[in-house]
């Protein structure tokens, strides 16, 4: 793809500048050196605002604590990045919930397609004391959850066919859409209910799987999509926002108590400061990466209410069947803040 020079680096929106760190520095409890994994790039809001993070945390300690963020999943995916944690070999990272339910399986509710009906709905249903409840769950497992943010609404990207229709995905004349899902059975089960032939797999192999054709395609947000340059192996995309996909900041425990509670209590603030920047940047970054990937030469399809309802109609037996696994109750719950959001 023969891009302008300008375009090959207008990787980012006009995005808001962070709040100013303001705040009294902390005292002296010792110097601690964080070392952070994320799956995502330099240009990603995940990635921007846990520089931020650490920039918190630098100037309230006087350098005491610094963080340094490795970013393009180089140190490993979720999955692996989280058993870092726990052993102690690394000190944060930042999976989307989906990676998560292996510890604690009520996050898979976050999975449940069309649960979350716009952005405002969603963050409600974040900063409520629902979400607090879930990430308690995390209690014992050696992973310390410091706050929820956003990996954001999930579109279909394709290399075979324009897809308008459940049809489309499963190609009635033609094979099943091959799609690479997250490592999360509710995923699993959304493309197989679509038609789809799915395959989970670790977000660092994605690009090459892509590239070389073992799968079709993929979903993630448009952001993720331009960011990690999926538009450069990836022709079509659907507007489908089937899912939108936490992510959730965490801590080693095995550094969270090496921590006096004064720095403690600094990186609960730093992360909920962070987590709310990443928020912003999302929302921000969102139409226009799906811009940018239109002007990169994707074609995308926008659906219009009857061919969303058809999608919406498809996964319903996935309701079906991981409501009672998930918890009626729960999903009750996040139902109530999404109508109460919706007042
Ligand atoms: C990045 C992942 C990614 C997720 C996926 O660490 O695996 O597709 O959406 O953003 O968490």
Not at 307 to 325: D, I, N, S, T
């Amino acid at each position: 793809t023969t891009l302008t020079l300008g375009m090959a680096h207008a990787q980012s929106p006009e995005l808001s500048d962070p709040p100013e760190i303001d705040g009294d520095i902390v005292g002296d409890h010792g110097t601690h050196t964080l070392r952070m994994g994320i799956g995502l790039s330099e240009n990603s809001p995940q990635y921007i605002s846990s520089q931020y993070f650490g920039e918190i945390l630098e100037k309230r300690t006087d350098g005491r604590i610094t963080v340094n963020v490795f970013p393009n999943s180089q140190l490993g995916d979720d999955v692996q990045m989280m058993e870092m944690l726990q052993t102690g070999t690394l000190d944060m990272t930042y999976p989307s919930s989906s990676a998560a339910t292996g510890y604690v399986e009520e996050l898979a509710v976050f999975d449940l397609p069309f649960l979350l009906p716009s952005r405002e709905a969603a963050i409600e249903v974040l900063q409520s004391d629902v979400a607090l409840e879930l990430l308690e769950g995390f209690e014992g497992s050696g992973l310390k959850p410091l706050a929820f943010s956003e990996n954001g609404y999930r579109q279909l990207s394709n290399s075979a066919r324009p897809i308008e229709t459940p049809e489309d995905v499963a190609g009635l004349d033609v094979r099943g859409l091959s799609v690479r899902t997250m490592e999360n059975p509710v995923h699993l089960d959304i493309w197989e209910t679509l038609g789809a032939n799915p395959t989970p797999m670790a977000f660092g192999e994605l690009f090459s799987a892509m590239e070389q054709g073992v799968v079709d395609g993929q979903e993630n947000p448009w952001s993720t999509i331009l960011t990690s340059n999926f538009h450069e192996v990836q022709d079509y995309g659907t507007e489908t926002r089937h899912v939108y996909t936490p992510f959730i900041m965490m801590l080693s425990e095995r550094t969270w108590d090496r921590m006096a509670p004064e720095y403690q209590e600094l990186v609960m603030e730093a992360a909920r400061q962070s987590a709310e920047y990443e928020m912003q940047l999302s929302a921000e970054y969102d139409t226009w990466s799906r811009e940018q990937l239109e002007e990169r030469g994707m074609q995308i399809t926008r659906l219009n209410d009857e061919q969303l309802e058809a999608f919406q109609e498809a996964v319903q037996p996935v309701y079906e069947k991981w409501a009672p696994r998930i918890g009626e109750e729960l999903i009750q719950d996040i139902q109530a803040i999404v109508d109460g959001s919706s007042e």
